[in-house]
């Protein structure tokens, strides 16, 4: 779940600890592009964008999500949508450094596409390799993981730990390490028998 539905509770709790730090940075950023102030209509615009941006990156995942079972199965599936997950990563890890809040929603958008594919690949896949026996229990481990991203999100947004000025961007960009555990250790894991039988035809791969 490290790399599935964890990475959607993580981005739904991450953004509201940095929310005034954020808005800081949009005023610096157009202060010192246009030489004047953005009004605070213009501040909570590109706001509202950061937060809404990353629903229709999910619609997106998730429209794209059935193509990818299909044509590459679940397991290579659940590794590609690393991808988008690596690049909100430095996307918004490096906005402020380049100056760029566009960074932010463009990197927010890619994290929605990572979360909406991560959703519907994750629990089919789990599902699909649980013994009969322990289907019930491994399928409750999606709701789980949400649950555990939504609480490590608020957890990294603590002052103590990530929710300051200097430390925001990083804050933004923690969704990268979920990504590359997955990336390490899901190549070790089976495909899914019924993906090996039904659309590959091999009956040995799933036995």
Not at 9 to 23: D, F, H
Request: positive net charge.
């Amino acid at each position: 779940g490290i790399g599935g539905t964890f990475q959607y509770g993580l981005q739904i709790s991450i953004i509201n600890s940095p929310a005034e730090y954020i808005k800081s940075f949009i005023h610096e950023t157009w202060l010192k592009r246009y030489g004047s102030s953005p009004s605070e209509e213009i501040i909570t615009l590109m706001w509202s964008f950061i937060v809404s941006i990353y629903s229709i990156g999910g619609l997106l995942g998730s429209l794209f999500a059935g193509y990818l079972l299909v044509r590459f199965g679940r397991k290579k599936a659940m590794l590609l949508t690393n991808i988008p997950a690596l690049l909100s990563a430095a996307l918004m890890g490096l906005s402020r450094l380049s100056g760029s809040f566009e960074m932010i929603i463009i990197g927010r958008m890619f994290s929605g596409v990572c979360g909406g594919l991560a959703l519907n690949i994750h629990i089919l896949y789990a599902g699909e390799c649980a013994p009969q026996k322990l289907r019930g229990a491994v399928a409750i481990t999606a709701s789980t993981a949400i649950a555990v991203g939504k609480f490590v999100g608020f957890a990294l947004g603590l002052r103590e730990v990530l929710g300051v000025d200097a430390l925001w961007p990083i804050l933004m960009a923690a969704n990268a390490l979920p990504a590359l555990i997955q990336l390490l250790t899901l190549p070790f894991f089976p495909d899914s028998p019924r993906y090996l039988l039904i659309d590959k035809k091999d009956k040995e791969g799933c036995i």
